[in-house]
Nanobody, 114 residues
């Protein structure tokens, strides 16, 4: 029954920053692992980062050191802070639980110009 809505995307120059939000319609406290994914045009959806209910995080090598995932259970929101953005980060970004037992949301577009 939980629905997730992504927001915070936009157009930025290379080297800039964005903070994405994933707001849940219900409590995410019971969801052990939340994740961010992204999909560039013509490419497969790829995993970006995960965070557990206790705050443990993991990142794809391509974003490690630049992106930070965080979680606020009281606000039922997951965040993705993206720094030092590169054109190859351009994609639609999605959040989802693991296991993914709900459908994909609309995502939020991130465009990084050269």
């Amino acid at each position: 029954q939980v629905q997730l809505v992504e927001s915070g995307g936009g157009l930025v120059q290379a080297g800039g920053s964005l903070r994405l939000s994933c707001a849940a319609s219900g409590s995410i406290f019971s969801i052990t692992v939340m994740a961010w994914y992204r999909q560039a045009p013509g490419k497969q959806r790829e995993w970006v980062a995960t965070i557990t209910s206790t705050g443990s995080t993991n990142y794809a090598d391509s974003v490690k050191g630049r992106f930070t995932i965080s979680r606020d259970n009281a606000k039922n929101t997951v965040y993705l802070q993206m720094n030092s953005l590169k054109p190859e980060d351009t994609a639609v970004y999605y959040c989802a639980p693991i296991p993914r037992n709900i459908g994909w949301g609309q995502g939020t577009q991130v465009t990084v110009s050269s």
